[in-house]
């Protein structure tokens, strides 16, 4: 599985953007980009995905380097919900057994201040 | 529209019992997987079962094991509870996974405790 790297751990202070990078520098081309959160004794929960193209939805945004060697994650106004932790996850759409198998990394935990 | 729903929330179980929690998708999803996150531990990756088959299996003994049943609803059996098996329990779904970038998603998760 590709793997990848994200810091352990991030801070921002309320209303302020906050921006979380992933490193995937053994990407293949079938490999979606998918983010992910999770909140204290929940489930995981979809933020956003995108496979080469900048992706924008109501949560996010998802900027994706040219080579595909590495993405970010933009939250425009982090408020005190957003503190989670935050999984960068390559799902590959090839098909396969290693297909519908998210492999979650350690994640960053994003602290928010008020 | 429902999420993905899971029961019990909460399982107290002995050592050497067995466990059996369950899940039901959103409706129109016809792909569970299950997942595992043991205490400061990630999630790891147990089954996959797409159209009432195991499409894919983790590094998990057999004594996991489950099913999908024709509406699309799946269980996960865990036999010969171990103590190291208490962890939270993630079911998630998708449509077929199939299609580009299909989205899975999770429910609440099942506690469950191996005294």
């Known amino acids: 599985d590709a793997k990848t790297t994200q810091p352990n751990s991030m801070e921002s202070n309320e209303e302020e953007p906050v921006h979380l990078p992933c490193n995937h520098s053994t990407i293949s081309g079938t490999d979606y980009i998918h983010w992910y959160r999770q909140l204290p004794s929940q489930g995981p929960e979809y933020v956003i995905h995108?496979?080469?193209s900048n992706v924008n939805n109501r949560m996010a945004s998802l900027a994706i380097a040219e080579d595909r060697k590495s993405s970010t994650l933009i939250l425009h106004r982090a408020t005190l919900r957003d503190a989670a932790v935050y999984y960068c996850?390559?799902?590959?759409?090839?098909?396969?057994?290693?297909?519908?198998?998210?492999?979650f990394g350690q994640g960053t935990i994003l602290t928010v201040h008020p | 529209e429902a999420g993905v729903t899971q029961s019990p929330t909460h399982l107290i179980k002995t050592r050497g019992q067995q466990a059996t929690l369950r899940c039901s998708p959103i409706?129109?999803?016809?792909?569970v997987y299950w997942y595992q996150q043991a205490l400061g531990l990630g999630l790891q990756f147990l089954l996959w079962?797409?159209?009432?088959?195991?499409?894919n299996r983790g590094n998990f003994p057999p004594r996991f094991s489950g099913r999908q049943f024709p509406n699309y609803s799946s269980e996960l059996n865990v036999n010969a509870l171990e103590l190291e098996d208490s962890a939270l329990y993630l079911c998630a779904s998708s449509l077929r996974a199939g299609g580009a970038g299909n989205t899975i998603y999770f429910g609440e998760g099942s506690w469950l405790t191996v005294v």
């Open positions: 996850i390559l799902r590959d759409i090839a098909g396969g057994t290693s297909y519908g198998k998210l492999t």
């Open positions: 079962y797409d159209e009432g088959e195991e499409r």
């Open positions: 409706s129109g999803h016809t792909s």
């Open positions: 995108g496979l080469t």
